[in-house]
Each structure stands twice: as structure tokens, then as C-alpha cells.
């Protein structure tokens, strides 16, 4: 430690810095003029901190001098720099152009705040199941970590390719960290065939609300612009840890993409799409004080959500006709975007070229058993005047459509296969 320190006292005396107090440390001190940049890679030349411009209104209007906005010694300067661009280069993820980091101050280890806290390698189908080993997560990153300890949260980000900016910042207990990134993963979580209940990851969300379809080497994807990705992945960031509320406009964009691309994408990509909409669908009533289930509630009080019910009986009852290896899209699918904005008429439409085209190619049993859910589905409908059954669709049919597939396609097996489980359960009736 001599020899760095005779090093650091060396090199001081090389540079005749004036002496001023360091808004920093507290300390009077040789005050930088210039400070380090290269701070994260891909902004080689965004500086942090900056005042060498004298020609337009940097610090000109309120200041005369530079040092009179604020003035940072030169050892303070280079110790910030250093840690700020080994934690960035270390524990830093770099969205679009914005980087999103967040660090333990004793450099012990921390959940990152852009991914779901549970990796379970077990699928987890009951809600119960998934609470409860997300639950064990938590505990054990809290084992790891003191309860007095702290973490930091920042996001950077370069306007221009000179200057560096500080766009998000705040700073937690490390425990109560926690217990905000469990709280979003158990607010915001949904079913992800075949992966059991999860909580999709901030890109995948504004992926899936604002990007558009794109297919590469036989794998689509939705993909969002780089101008708006980062944007969004902070909000929804901000949502995370200060506990705001799902913002509605990406709610709807999330709803929009589904009207728009089901019909158009593969089963997996599917899936990945339902997960999504569904888990900031069910976010968004939670943290509105509306809870829904993980389970088919018959007398739930939403009629969107029964006409999505409905919506998953239709698309089953015709693909059960399909041969086996068929990917043809359903008459439901293909109408949904018809079906989101005049449910009625769609339904209507749907099950009367069901009755004509692939009711005679079901078995017995199988008919039996669509029949009556589609009459206790309609039913139900009933229930709400005329003028609201004829109304456009909220989304939380996608609720009742996802929870009913799931019953349908009885999800603990994966089977697509339902005839027999059918046919039993018709002649138990």
C-alpha cells in the first residue's frame, strides 16, 4: 500500500490543481478540471461529469466559473470513475443503448432487477406452488445478504455522443429490494405452457407490446424498436421497485398484439404471447384491488371474461377434428381480432360453421360434453343485458380464454388429445 500511495502522491504533485472544497468528500482539496470518460463501452467519449465548454450555457447564465456549479476533487473523481466503470462493466446490462445496473456496495451478491427472481427448473403448475418456492427464493437471497446492508439502482444513458446521463437512480435496503422484486414476480406472473406459472422479464414485455413479428432462421420473435426499448424497460423498471401501478397503455398495446398476430405466429410464439398479456393483464387488476384467480371461476362477475371462456371452448371443439400433426388455425383464432370488438356476433358466427362444419366428425361423447360447457358458458353471458353482451371486449377475456384452454388441454399432461378424458367425463354426467 506504500508504494501506491507514494505513486498517488507522485503523480499529485505533477498536477498544480487548485486547491478548493470537494462537494463530495467535504475535504479542501486539488479540484479536477476534466474527468474520465469511457464509463460504459459502448459511449467512449459520454463523460459524467463535464464543464469544458465556455462558449454556450453549459454552467454560462448562473455561473461565471465552472468550479462555482460544482467542484470535485481530482482523487474523488478518479475513485467514482473507476468503480462506476468496473461495476457497469461487470454487473451492468446493456439495453438498446441505455444501461441498466444495480450493485451491493460490499459487493455481495444481488438478484438482477430486469430478470424474474424464481428459475425453477420444475414446471409449476398450482399457483400455490409457484407462491411458495418463490417465496424460498426470496429467503435465500435474504440469507445472503444483511438486513442493514443497502443496494443501488441506476440506469445511464448518452443523449449525444459526448455526454453521459444519469436517467434513473435510488437506493434500497437490501431486504426491502427484495421484497419488492418478490412482490412484482408474485403480482405479475402467469401460465407459460409448458413451463408452468412464471413471471416474464421487463424486454419481454415491451417486446411482445410494442415490437413488431419478425422471423429468423425459421424462429419468430417480436422484436421493439431500439428508440422506444430502453424507454419502457425503465418504466416498467420504475413499476418494479417503487411499486407503481402497471401503466394501462401497455396493458393495451399487449392486447392489440394478440388481435393482430395470433392467428399469424407458431404455437411457441403463442404461448410466449398469452403468457405476456396475461401476466400485465392480471398485474394491472391486482394492483386495482381486482383479484382473479388461477383457476376457471364460473361466477366471476367480468363478462369479458366468460366470452374469452367461450373463445377457448370454440378453437378446442375444432381443433379435437384435426388429424394428427395439423397446425391449421382455428375459425376462433383466425377471428379474433372480429371477436375482441363485436364478441356476440363472432360467437354467433363461430358456432353455427362449427354446428355445420366439424360437429358431425366429433364423437358422441365429445359433442355431449361441448354442448353443455358451451350452453353453461352462454348462460352465463345471459346474465348482462343485451347492450353490454354486444359491447367490444376488455382484456381481461384473455383471462378466462387462457385459464379455459388450460382445463381443455388438461395442462398437466400436455395432451391435445381430449376424447377419452372427454367421453368419460360425458357419460359420468
Not at 24 to 33: D, Y
Not at 38 to 49: D, Q
Not at 137 to 164: C, H, I, M, N, W
Request: net charge positive.
Amino acid at each position: 500500500m506504500s508504494l501506491f500511495q507514494a505513486w498517488v502522491n507522485y503523480y499529485a504533485s505533477l498536477r498544480k490543481y487548485e486547491e478548493r472544497i470537494c462537494l463530495v468528500s467535504g475535504e479542501k482539496a486539488p479540484v479536477a478540471e476534466m474527468h474520465p470518460k469511457t464509463i460504459v463501452a459502448k459511449h467512449g467519449n459520454a463523460k459524467l461529469v463535464s464543464s469544458n465548454d465556455t462558449t454556450n450555457f453549459t454552467y454560462r447564465g448562473r455561473f461565471t466559473e465552472a468550479w462555482q456549479a460544482a467542484s470535485m476533487s481530482y482523487g474523488v473523481s478518479q475513485k467514482a470513475h473507476a468503480a462506476l466503470r468496473w461495476v457497469l462493466a461487470n454487473q451492468g446490462v446493456l439495453i438498446s443503448k441505455r444501461s441498466f445496473v444495480a450493485w451491493n456496495p460490499e459487493g455481495l451478491e444481488i438478484p438482477a432487477v430486469h430478470s424474474p427472481l424464481l428459475r425453477s427448473k420444475k414446471p409449476l403448475i398450482k399457483a400455490s406452488d409457484y407462491r411458495e418456492e418463490l417465496r424460498k427464493t426470496l429467503y435465500g437471497f435474504q440469507e445472503k445478504l444483511p438486513k442493514d446492508s443497502s443496494v443501488v439502482v441506476a440506469a445511464f444513458d448518452a443523449a449525444t455522443s459526448g455526454r453521459l446521463a444519469l436517467a434513473y437512480y435510488n437506493e434500497f435496503g437490501a431486504w426491502d429490494f427484495l421484497e419488492r422484486l418478490h412482490y412484482w414476480d408474485k403480482s405479475c406472473c402467469w401460465f407459460n405452457r409448458p413451463f408452468g406459472i412464471q413471471s416474464p422479464g421487463l424486454r419481454d414485455i415491451v417486446h411482445c407490446a410494442f415490437g413488431t413479428l419478425v422471423e429468423k432462421n425459421g424462429v419468430q420473435e417480436f422484436k421493439a424498436d431500439d428508440k422506444i426499448l430502453p424507454q419502457h424497460v425503465q418504466r416498467l423498471l420504475s413499476c418494479r421497485l417503487d411499486r407503481s401501478l402497471m401503466p394501462f397503455d401497455i396493458v393495451k398495446a399487449l392486447a392489440e398484439q394478440v388481435s393482430r398476430t395470433y392467428p399469424l405466429i407458431d404455437e411457441k410464439t403463442q404461448n410466449r404471447l398469452l403468457h405476456t398479456v396475461c401476466a400485465a393483464v392480471y398485474k394491472y387488476h391486482l394492483d386495482r384491488k381486482e383479484e382473479y384467480g388461477m383457476e376457471v371461476e364460473e361466477n366471476k362477475n367480468d363478462l369479458s371474461y366468460h366470452y374469452g371462456r367461450l373463445l377457448a371452448v370454440l378453437e378446442k371443439a375444432e381443433t379435437d377434428t384435426y388429424e394428427k400433426g395439423e397446425k391449421r388455425v382455428a375459425n376462433a383464432i383466425r377471428l379474433i381480432s372480429v371477436f375482441a370488438k363485436r364478441p356476440q356476433y363472432t360467437a354467433c358466427l363461430v358456432w353455427e360453421q362449427l354446428k355445420k362444419a366439424y360437429w358431425p366428425q366429433l364423437p358422441p361423447p365429445c359433442r355431449i360434453y361441448y354442448d353443455r360447457l358451451v350452453g353453461q358458458i352462454m348462460a352465463r353471458i345471459g346474465d348482462w343485458p343485451e347492450n353490454e353482451q354486444r359491447a367490444p371486449l376488455t382484456p381481461t377475456y384473455f383471462l378466462g380464454y387462457s385459464l379455459q384452454r388450460n382445463v381443455l388441454y388438461k395442462s398437466h399432461g400436455q395432451s391435445d388429445n381430449l376424447e377419452e378424458n372427454d367421453g368419460n367425463l360425458a357419460e359420468k354426467n
